[in-house]
């Protein structure tokens, strides 16, 4: 078993960075892929960045791409997303999440049901 736990989560103000990790334990996550998704109040849950487990691989939501970053140290089973130029739309529940099918060391998709292992979450809020 997999437990991911998020922090870094907070308060951030518009134009402002906030950067979230997620801590891996129980099982090496070096080739999982790992996703940061996000969920806003009355809204589904979706998908924001996502890294291959070689880390050579990264996707985007159009919505994120140029502010946010996700990045990986496999040697800390540790993945970050680092927020920059925030916009209140921003404000959700940031959930990390594991993928740990065969192929997740060089793909990584950005659909919630590949993923195997999830985390409770961290709250970010963005004020304008």
């Known amino acids: 078993q997999v437990q991911l736990i998020e922090t870094g989560g907070g308060v951030g103000h518009a134009g402002g960075s906030l950067r979230l990790s997620c801590a891996a334990s129980?099982?090496?996550?070096?080739?999982?892929?790992m996703g940061w998704f996000r969920q806003a109040p009355g809204k589904e849950r979706e998908f924001v960045a996502g890294?291959?487990?070689?880390?050579?691989?990264?996707i985007y939501a159009d919505s994120v791409k140029g502010r946010l970053t996700i990045s990986r140290d496999n040697d800390k089973n540790t993945v970050y997303l680092q927020m920059n130029s925030l916009k209140p739309e921003d404000t959700a529940v940031y959930y990390c999440?594991?993928?740990?099918?065969?192929?997740?060391?060089?793909?990584?998709?950005?659909?919630?049901?590949?993923?195997?292992?999830w985390g409770q979450g961290t709250q970010v809020t963005v004020s304008s």
């Open positions: 129980g099982r090496t996550v070096s080739s999982y892929a």
């Open positions: 999440a594991a993928d740990s099918s065969p192929f997740s060391r060089i793909v990584v998709t950005t659909r919630l049901s590949d993923y195997d292992y």
């Open positions: 890294i291959s487990g070689s880390g050579g691989r990264t």
